[in-house]
Each structure stands twice: as C-alpha cells, then as structure tokens.
C-alpha cells in the first residue's frame, strides 16, 4: 500500500516509510530529510528557541544496524549507509543468535523431526551462525558500494541484548520494524519496541 508523506506530499510504499517519534508518538514519512525538517517547523510553531550551536546534538557517526536478512533489516542498513556517507560515519552490524532459543528449536515445527535427522545443537548452532555471517557480508557490500566503513559482528546472546549493548558506544541504533521469524526469535527481528526500552540512545525503526 501507498502512504502519503504529511511534509512534502510524496506517495511513497509504506514499507518504505521512516517512522519518526514525535510529541504525540510517531508518525511516518517517505525520508528521513522530511521527518528532521518536519520536527524544526514543530519546535518553531511551538516558540521553541534554537539551542546554542554548543548544545546542539552531534550528527550521528556511530550507527549501530541490526541484521537478520529481512526486507525491513536490509532497508535499514541502506537508510543508516546514506545516513553515515553524510556524516562521516561508521556503521556497526549486529548480527544476534539467542543461545536459549537454540535449544528449543528442534522443537519448532521449523525444525520438526532435527533429532530424529541426527542434528545435534552444535551442527544447528553452526549453520544459524553460518547464516549470520553470510547476512553480515551482504550488507557489507552495501557499505562498500558506499564507501562507508563498517565492521561485523555476530553476538552469540539475546537479540535486545547485543543492540543495546553495542548502542552504548553509538550515536544512533537503525533496525527494521519487523524482522524474520522463522526461528522464532533466534535471529534479530521484531524486536524495536524491546530495544528501544533497553538503551537511551535514539533507535531509527524503519519499515
């Protein structure tokens, strides 16, 4: 479906939208630029002052992106490459394997009948995190293609966890609003809302 963007009247498709949280909650637009710009005619409107050019937020150079490989998770890492090329930046993609959900997971109808097959949780371990990498490298490209850098990673903990942890260091944390569920959680999706409670650094969810 088609959504209108409420600043420059653009149609754009709605997975395609950037979420934006704003004083009554959120609202979507078709770009970042148009979401930033539309926020300074709020602060205007409302008598706000500019902040002193000391007090003002540095542009974000440390991008933290989450990776699982899904539509939203691939349009975020493009987002936060232009967002970085502008600014300098650097990206940091984190790729999540939950170690708690991989014992469970012969257990889902995913992996119905792995132990009858003679799959053992190491093998399955391997193959989640060979998955990974290859996600990694893929959005790797995209960075190169940029000519943004950009460093890996495949954390082997809880999806919130490894984002909020790596946030911590970040200027900015880009993740997309829905994510692969095909192992119920075992790579990182779905999961802004959690994240977004676990760090104070500002959390981008694009759709």
Do not use: N, W
Request: charged content about 25%; some cysteine.
């Amino acid at each position: 479906m088609m959504m209108k963007c409420p600043v420059c009247g653009a149609h754009v498709p709605e997975e395609t939208a950037v979420e934006f949280p704003t004083a009554q909650g959120s609202e979507r637009y078709c770009s970042l630029r148009c979401a930033i710009s539309t926020e300074s005619e709020h602060e205007r409107a409302e008598g706000v002052k500019p902040a002193a050019p000391s007090a003002l937020p540095a542009a974000p150079r440390e991008i933290v992106v989450a990776v699982d490989g899904s539509g939203p998770s691939l349009r975020a890492v493009e987002l936060a490459t232009s967002i970085a090329k502008v600014t300098g930046g650097r990206l940091t993609l984190i790729s999540a394997i939950d170690p708690t959900v991989i014992r469970l997971l012969p257990l889902d109808s995913a992996f119905a009948g792995a132990t009858r097959l003679g799959l053992d949780i190491g093998k399955m371990e391997e193959t989640l995190r060979k998955d990974a990498i290859a996600q990694l490298e893929r959005c790797g490209r995209i960075c190169e293609a940029a000519g943004v850098p950009h460093v890996g990673r495949v954390e082997m903990k809880p999806p919130t966890r490894a984002i909020a942890d790596a946030a911590e260091k970040a200027d900015l944390v880009v993740m997309g609003s829905r994510g692969l569920g095909a192992f119920s959680g075992a790579v990182l999706g779905s999961l802004s809302h959690r994240v977004i409670g676990e760090t104070r650094k500002p959390v981008l969810v694009v759709h």
